[in-house]
């Protein structure tokens, strides 16, 4: 839509916003679907920052929270989700922070 309307010599024609950029291409269900796991995953590592006793562990789903925050924020003004190398290191950190505790 905006390639459509909007000249290349302008710049970049992808919005600067992770949220509206997800609208344009999927939806509002794909959105929801987005936010929907964001909510879930801060719910899952709140509660598992309530059950931890390891003060380390505790203190890494604290950590984790606020950088799910810090990039939920983010999105509104940048274009976080194309940055590959980030969002595999993201989901490598949380996928082995769950299964961590999970174990134990």
């Known amino acids: ?22 609208a344009l291409d999927s939806g509002i269900i794909g959105l929801a679907i987005y936010l929907l796991l964001i909510i879930t995953l801060l719910t899952k590592l709140y509660q598992n920052y309530g059950e931890q006793t390891k003060a380390r562990l505790k203190m890494l789903n604290l950590f984790m929270i606020t950088v799910i925050i810090a990039l939920a924020v983010m999105s509104f003004g940048d274009n976080v989700l194309n940055d590959t190398a980030l969002q595999w290191q993201f989901w490598a950190l949380i996928g082995g922070l769950i299964t961590i505790q999970k174990k134990q």
């Open 1 to 22: 839509v905006i390639a459509k309307n909007r000249n290349f010599l302008l710049g970049a024609t992808e919005p600067h916003n992770d949220y509206l950029k997800l």
